[in-house]
């Protein structure tokens, strides 16, 4: 079973003005080849097909914690693309073409398909796609599979950080740049518990490191990039035989933390009456009220 906590891993600030455009670009950070809908689908169908949990359990543990941490960060990217998505346009009678912007703008999904809010697709409005999960069984074969899938994830992630200024954009891949670069390692790890080959050294992460970007400085000086965690579950508690000893970029020493971050609260997007959403008036609230409050 999986346990949600509702809480984003960071605070996202909300920026002043809309970027619709902006937003299109983030959604290759979602539902592209690379995005974090890939590297949670990844993660979640070899941890769910792991043959030998208990035989091979740090490696196991190992897979299942990232996959928790990744469903927070597709929870991260939608709301990022929510954002950006503030205020690009305004209540307005139908007949006044309120959407009439989306004609203009990169991606008109969404202005149809959504409320102005993120969706399972790329960057181009691609859909994402199952075939982009690969779960062999074989387990070096799977993390040898993760490590370079999280090496890409970075790629694209400092693509993007240099596609847009967007404050909002910009504080999402500061984070992941950092929390990704520790998935990197992690899985380097593993494979040298498997293998003793140091896949690190053989194969090593593209330059620059995380310091280039100051969106990401921060939560290097946070430590995060030497931590993994349990989510306050015993049974994961194994990763601490592979995640331990030195970051190998930083020199400090890895930690796990027997829970999960403290995190920030969810934001309450406005309704959108020139999208229909929620497509509720004052009066459907109030009934909706009173038959909530029936039975109290």
């Known amino acids: 079973m999986m346990k949600r906590v509702n809480r984003l891993a960071i605070s996202l600030p909300v920026p002043e003005h809309g970027d619709i455009n902006g937003a299109s670009v983030v959604q290759e950070l979602l539902g592209g080849e690379f995005g974090e809908m890939s590297t949670l689908n990844n993660y979640m169908f070899q941890s769910f097909n792991f043959r030998g949990k208990k035989k091979y359990k740090p490696f196991y543990d190992l897979i299942a914690s990232i996959t928790a941490e990744e469903f927070g960060h597709v929870e991260l990217v939608a709301n990022t693309v929510n954002l950006m998505s503030y205020g ?7 007949d006044t073409a309120p959407l009439q912007i989306a004609k203009d703008k ?31 069984g074989a387990l070096v074969e799977d993390l040898l599979h993760n490590y370079m899938l999280e090496i890409g994830a970075r790629l694209h992630k400092m693509r993007v950080y240099e596609m847009t200024t967007n404050p909002t954009a910009r504080e999402l891949c500061g984070y992941l740049l950092v929390r990704g670069g520790t998935h990197i390692i992690a899985y380097a790890k593993a494979i040298q518990v498997a293998t003793g080959v140091e896949i690190g050294k053989m194969l090593p992460v593209p330059r620059p490191d995380n310091n280039a970007f100051d969106h990401a400085k921060k939560y290097m000086e946070q430590g995060l990039y030497n931590v993994l965690y349990t989510w306050g579950e015993p ?62």
């Open 88 to 94: 690009n346009t305004h209540p307005g009678d139908p």
């Open 235 to 296: 049974e994961y508690r194994d990763i601490n035989q592979i995640w331990k000893g030195e970051n190998p970029e930083t020199g400090e020493p890895l930690k796990v933390i027997d829970g999960l971050p403290e995190g920030a609260p969810i934001p309450d997007f406005e309704e959108k009456p020139e999208m229909f959403s929620p497509g509720l008036n004052p009066e459907d609230y109030q009934k909706i009220l009173k038959r909530l409050k029936a039975n109290l």
């Open 106 to 136: 990169r991606m008109s999904h969404h202005f149809t398909t959504t409320a102005q809010t993120s969706f399972p697709m790329d960057g181009m409005g691609r859909p994402w796609n199952g075939m982009f999960v690969h779960s062999s």
